[in-house]
């Protein structure tokens, strides 16, 4: 085992890796070999905490030579942020016990709700944006970053749904939870696109009342179309495709307001060989280095 790689009393197991204001990807099992033999050296791969909360085996094994290597981020899926029922504490523990063995740059959930006592939904489903739900938020958001030691990012959702229940737009809600929790932003362009096509209202709209000055990573994916039970156009943030146009141009206008942040594609549905997930990124690296220096915020997240 490289020094690099061990325990040791006097500094951390990994070297330190701020995620670079580059593109990153989801890392998959079937990718491993070949990014880690790959001349092009992708910025940083992104896990979902769920797939790695068991104590040993393969999976841990291939990670520790990612990790020896690239910056990671950990997305969590399961945490349930929004439910009505609390943050699960066996979860949140299992969680800890990922990012304390991985050492991550970034930890970041989502604005959803996927739990209820004891059931649990294979859908992050959406929440009411009102008083009662900004402050079961915040109060989850403070209990999980107490447990792990530093701040999160908040994911905004894609949604299909409205609620009569909602006193507020989603961007001042989200700014909202920002100012109170201390939490960073992700921002995921796919999902605005996708709820803005679904809800009707512009998502350049919507990005000029994000709070944009607190985002720390961006996502970008592929989505699929469907209809709904009257016919009309239905997006499904479906991550089994490329990047669509449309989001790509979103994307350069982000970009051009805030300067390069990292940025993930992600594509975990019908997962495509590695050169093409790695021709995602390098698109998106192509936006960053054009546009993010002259950006009207900066690059504020250079790599040390």
Known sequence: MTQSASISSSGPRFPRAPLPPRAGAGLKSAHIDQILADSYRIGF??????????????????????????PVSVHGVGLSIGSG????????????????????????????????????????????YNSATLERVVSHLGRIQDRLKRPILLENPSTYVAFEQTTMSETDFIREIARKSGCGLLLD??????????????????????????VEEIHLAGHA???????????IDAHDRPVADAVWKLYETVISQTGALPTLVEWDNDVPDWPVLRREAQLADAILDRLGPASLLGSRHAAE
């Open 225 to 235: 179309a469907d209809t709904d039970d009257e016919g009309d156009l239905l997006l």
């Open 189 to 214: 362009i796919n999902n605005v696109f996708v709820s803005a096509v679904n809800h009707g209202f512009k998502p350049l709209q919507y990005l000029r009342e994000f709070p944009l000055e607190l």
């Open 45 to 70: 791969l992104e896990i979902h905490a769920e797939n790695y909360m068991g104590d040993g085996g393969p999976a841990h094994r291939a990670l520790t030579a990612i990790r020896s290597e690239f």
């Open 85 to 128: 029922s609390g943050i699960n504490p066996a979860h949140l523990e299992r969680l800890a016990r990922v990012v304390e063995r991985y050492e991550p740059a970034m930890v970041s959930e989502h604005l959803a709700w996927s739990s209820h006592d004891a059931g649990y939904f294979n859908d992050l489903l959406p929440v009411p």
